[in-house]
């Protein structure tokens, strides 16, 4: 298991109510998981947590067998947060210039750039981007980490239909390619069951439901309309439904 | 070779300080002639000549030793004193009042009771207060019926603009000779007609420390200033000369007011029969008491204290 | 309890440390290290201000406080109204702008002489001085909150058939209201320090003149007496803006 | 070209009304409506300076601007160290941020005969002056500056192993950079009239003693003369001060 | 027809690029239309010219055959911007204190509140409402403009997958109830389809498609899973991927 989340509890204020209720949660190495729940069950806090943003009050988080920490995994918040005053290139050079034994190369990044069709703006401050330009830059920023494990928070929640279907099979691809193991936020059904092995539900109770995504590998966008498909999204729209909230 | 001269003969120079009561004029000539005609040099001494930018500030400097010398007045050592701040005056350099009260003629003021009803500016001082309350009162008048304001030391503007009716604390000399030639029709009310005892306008003052440790170097800047007096009383018109040459650009001397001034002070500088700058202690018990009597100064002061005559009678 | 309990958290190191500083002073001066005219001992300040409160108080600050105040609405009033009209008017704004923003660089002190020739030694120098100081915070804060508004929300009304004035008061003015106040709680502490200015270059009361007629007499306890009292005056004004400030910004509400 | 359209655009109304202003003062004097000592005749004031030019500007100016930038270069270096370490630590700030506040309620002007005891004539009681009115807005600006950082900002940072001062470099510098500007165009502007202040309160030299004194001596044209020349000095320190900002802000890039 | 749309071209820049070329479009008394496209193809541009706040280069735009003009219509914008000083109920009762002849009176407000599940939010200020709340406070804010024409300009982009679902029903049943004209924009096809009559799909070489819903009416969530609705979905799908970008 590469990422072990053990009854862990977490509030916010000490003795308030807890957000995060004795979770537990295994991911195993080269995994695509997905956190899915309505707005306000914890997912966020649940990626902040794996971060070593926020300490557990309870239990334990370990990635390899060890206790997490600061720096161990490539985090991708909410909101792009790209530094307004870095050019997009600049900005996803970030992780590199405070990690001075990861090696990259302003070549490398700009062929990542070019990866995501951002060739021509290497040089554009990301107040000339559009929404889903900076999500973009923010998701590169991330990958570029070169962490092996990568939090996700809602990366295409901006973008449009089309773009967004592109991003995620382009995502798809990378994860195959670099075998990353990947936690993924989303308010999106079809995007949890298209691009996940398996998705976390989590209610208002603080219950945590596992479902379990048998898509045969490597996917492609068509499966969107195959009736397997189809019936994962009923099944899980259900059980979000049937919550007594 | 020539410049190691020089560089030992400044050496030699002992350095001292003197602040000016106020912008050089008429009664600062014998300071500059001691200067320009080396009696300074003569005496072994190197004088940097400071010019305040408030009239209570050269006090101040010379008890805080920012500066050796100042030229102060009687009346502001005494009430200094009185503060307990250490100044000690060394030698009288006007030994009678220039200060009066003056307004235009056309206010019609004729005396001090007159000023009644009237506003009167004066600079930053309690004895300017003193001076007139003493003044209208000797005069039967009713000082609480005097609007007094205080106009720091932009007196000329003051009364010019007619913005007061009249000022304390202008000079006879300075004030009133230039207000008359910007064509004022100028009127003065003198001093010691009214019961304010005659002072020694202006005194040479030093910070008791300075006085201690310099006393000989005080007493050969005196000698050199009297010889520039002598020079100046007989030469008057060289010895404006000189102050004139001094002047900086954005002073405004004027040649013609300074010749009058001069007049008018020469006289007031020595009394007969007394050196150029001795002091008695008759003349400042007088004022002492006279402070005293008029509430400006809390305690006694004994004259004693603060007079030290680098010259003897 | 509880606010006390967060002033005391915010403010009692600060109080420690001017206590120390003070008792410091207070030590030198009693001792004679330094001399009681270049600093006087806190405690004889205290006194003087003990002993003379009377007249400081009643004669002086009074006197302050007048110009103060009258300086202070011109500013505000004044300032509010050419802020308005700048917002209003392209040419308004292109006049003023650039002479408010000028009007910062003139040393204003050098000027005074000239506006005792104007105003003489009555009020209004003083008044003139307090509002030539306090008057450029005012209008570019609030001229600056009023542009601030953003277009989005001035669209949003329009769309709704809002009048030109509806939408100023609806909306420019609340948006205008946070810049506002930080210009306010500035402009207010300037005016305070302006009729000081003011009486300082020619008066017969006030806290100001009297500050330098003790400086006069070389009464260091007098002048610090006088400055303690404006420090004080001038926090507590700062004090109340912010709390106007909050009051206003926080509990904001627009009625027809 | 372009650039000098838009400025055109910008300005030459404010040109325009200081022009009819200017002639209409001009008008008043010629005509003795308004006396000479009043206000001076704008050419008067021209010829003056042209006329002095030699020590106002050698003499007065050279000085003047020495103690500005002494003076100015302490609060810049001194203001941003104290900002950053208010920043870093709680203690220095709690005591630190109120003792700068409140020297903004001091009224500098009454405090001056004090300098003057403690410093003299000598330039430091200019350069005193200079830095307690040109501190505050250095220090708070920057402060605030550098506390104004998202916390989400640092958090990602933080979540990438950033040390405590890479995140300073990286993050909160740049962040402070905007508001840092905005104290420092304040400082520089009021960083001059703090010179101006302290030469009127005791020096021999400098723009300021010499506005002074040619007010003693009713000469109103050098007294304006003085005051335009410091104007001007104090639009341009702004005006550079401002494209500083621009280059700075709008070009700014983190090379490692 | 209730809304006209002639021959309409707009361009922000004088000569510039024009980002709507020789749009026609006629909306009926009691539609409800979607406008759908990629990110950038003028979607919101058209809203803002049916509200009067962009005044088109060429063509016309006819409300019930008169211009139409500021303050005729409903208009949502893509950002909430309540106002941040007004409590929720002051900030719907916006257009109300903006045009006298509208009496609405707080009672009704109110009632609004109530339906939205904001009953006990009424005096809370936008800064304490989570992203979905703030929308639809935003919602109401233009509903209770109490014009015929709502103009929805991604209303529900905000709000997670549940929330979103019962906001849609929500949406439909008001519509139906009040027989308001709605104009939408939305990312999400399957709303486009859930929602609309027609659906106007635009493309970025400024070409418009039209597309008819024909499911039935009253629609209900279940829908969703019809083969219909699938078809549907699809077909908009290779329209859109079929573009030429
Ligand atoms: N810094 C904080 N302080 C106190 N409470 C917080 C803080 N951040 C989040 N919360 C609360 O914790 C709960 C979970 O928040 P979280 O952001 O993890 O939810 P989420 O599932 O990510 O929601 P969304 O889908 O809207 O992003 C919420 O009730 C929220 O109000
Ligand atoms: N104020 C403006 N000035 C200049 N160009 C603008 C302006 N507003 C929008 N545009 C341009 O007009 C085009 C259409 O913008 P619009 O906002 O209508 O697109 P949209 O379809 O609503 O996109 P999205 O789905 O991202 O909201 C875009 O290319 C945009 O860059
Ligand atoms: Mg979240
Ligand atoms: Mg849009």
Request: net charge negative; with cysteine; proline share 4%.
């Amino acid at each position: 298991m590469t990422v072990v989340v053990k009854n862990v509890s977490y509030a916010f204020e000490k003795n308030g109510e807890s957000v995060i209720s004795n979770l537990n949660m295994e991911v195993r190495q080269g995994e695509f998981v997905s956190l899915i729940g309505k707005s306000g069950t914890g997912k966020s806090t649940i990626l902040r947590l794996l971060t070593g943003l926020l300490k557990q009050d309870e239990g334990e988080i370990l990635l390899r067998n060890k206790e997490i920490a600061l720096g161990d995994v490539g985090y991708m918040p909410q909101k792009d947060l790209l530094l307004p005053w870095r050019t997009v290139l600049d900005n996803i050079m970030m992780a590199s210039e405070i990690q001075k034994d990861l090696q990259l190369t302003k070549e490398e990044a700009r062929k990542w750039l070019e990866r995501v069709g951002l060739k021509e703006y290497e040089s554009a401050l990301p107040k000339q981007l559009s929404g889903g330009m900076k999500q973009r830059v923010a998701f590169l920023r991330t990958l570029l980490t070169g962490k092996d494990v990568l939090l996700l928070d809602e990366p295409f929640g901006a973008l449009d239909a089309l773009t967004k279907k592109e991003m995620q099979s382009w995502l798809l691809s990378i994860w195959q390619d670099l075998n990353k193991t990947i936690i993924f936020i989303t308010h999106d059904l079809e995007e949890a069951v298209y691009l996940s092995d398996r998705i976390f539900l989590l209610h208002r109770n603080k219950k945590v439901e596992e479902i379990v995504v048998d898509l045969p590998r490597p996917r492609d966008p068509d499966i969107f309309h195959s009736e397997k498909m189809m019936a994962l999204r009923l099944e899980l729209e259900k059980r979000i439904s049937n919550e007594t909230d | 070779s020539e410049t190691e001269q020089t560089d030992s003969n400044e050496k030699e120079l002992e350095e001292i300080s003197i602040m000016l009561d106020w912008y050089p004029n008429a009664v600062h000539s014998a300071i500059y002639v001691a200067e320009e005609k080396g009696y300074f040099e003569e005496q072994g001494l190197d004088v940097k000549i400071e010019m305040p930018a408030d009239a209570n500030d050269p006090l101040k400097l010379a008890a805080t030793s920012k500066v050796d010398l100042a030229i102060s007045y009687q009346n502001q050592v005494i009430l200094s004193r009185a503060e307990g701040i250490p100044v000690v005056s060394v030698a009288a350099y006007v030994r009678h009042s220039l200060d009066s009260i003056m307004m235009k003629k056309e206010v019609g003021i004729e005396s001090p009771k007159d000023l009644e009803g009237k506003n009167v500016g004066y600079p930053s001082t309690v004895i300017t207060e003193a001076v007139i309350q003493t003044m209208v009162e000797a005069d039967g008048g009713d000082f609480e019926k005097v609007t007094m304001t205080d106009v720091g030391w932009d007196l000329m503007p003051a009364i010019a603009t007619g913005n007061v009716d009249a000022i304390g604390g202008g000079y006879i000399n300075h004030e009133y000779v230039l207000l008359n030639k910007e064509g004022y029709d100028m009127n003065l009310l003198k001093l010691s007609d009214y019961g304010v005892p005659d002072n020694y306008e202006l005194v040479i003052v030093a910070g008791e420390d300075t006085f201690n440790k310099k006393k000989e170097t005080i007493k050969k800047f005196w000698q050199a200033i009297e010889k520039g007096h002598e020079f100046v009383k007989t030469n008057p018109e060289e010895g404006l000369q000189v102050l004139l040459a001094n002047e900086n650009d954005d002073s405004a001397l004027d040649k013609e007011v300074e010749t009058a001034s001069l007049e008018i002070l020469l006289p007031l500088m020595e009394d007969d029969g007394v050196p150029f700058g001795y002091q008695e202690e008759e003349s400042w018990q007088e004022v002492a008491d006279w402070l005293y009597e008029m509430g400006v100064i809390e305690t006694q002061v004994d004259p004693k204290d603060i007079v030290q005559n680098i010259v003897s009678k | 309890m509880k606010q006390i309990k967060k002033w005391l958290q915010t403010y009692s190191l600060f109080c420690l440390f001017t206590i120390i500083l003070l008792v410091i002073v207070e030590v030198l001066v009693r001792k004679g290290i330094v001399p009681n005219f270049i600093i006087p001992a806190p405690t004889g300040v205290v006194r003087t201000i003990v002993e003379n409160w009377k007249p400081l108080l009643l004669e002086h600050l009074s006197v302050t406080m007048l110009e103060f105040l009258i300086g202070f609405a011109i500013t505000v009033i004044g300032g509010i109204a050419l802020a308005v009209s700048m917002f209003f008017s392209k040419i308004v704004e292109k006049i003023v702008y650039p002479a408010v923003v000028i009007s910062q660089m003139i040393p204003i002190i050098a000027l005074s002489p000239i506006f005792v020739m104007w105003f003489g030694y009555s009020i209004w120098s003083k008044v003139a001085v307090t509002v030539l100081i306090s008057f450029f915070p005012i209008v570019v804060s609030t001229y600056d909150g009023l542009k601030s508004c953003d277009k989005e929300y001035v669209e949003l009304l329009h769309s709704m058939g809002a009048t030109r004035f509806q939408i100023f008061k609806k909306l420019h003015i609340p948006m205008a209201l946070p810049s506002f106040f930080s210009g306010f709680k500035l402009a207010i502490v300037f005016a305070l320090v302006g009729a000081t200015i003011g009486e300082w270059l020619g008066a017969s009361k006030g806290l100001g003149y009297y500050s330098r007629r003790m400086s006069g007499n070389l009464n260091a306890e007098g002048v610090f007496a006088a400055i303690t009292i404006l420090t004080i005056l001038g926090i507590l004004l700062f004090a109340l803006a912010s709390w106007l400030e909050k009051r206003t910004i926080y509990k904001w509400k627009d009625t027809d």
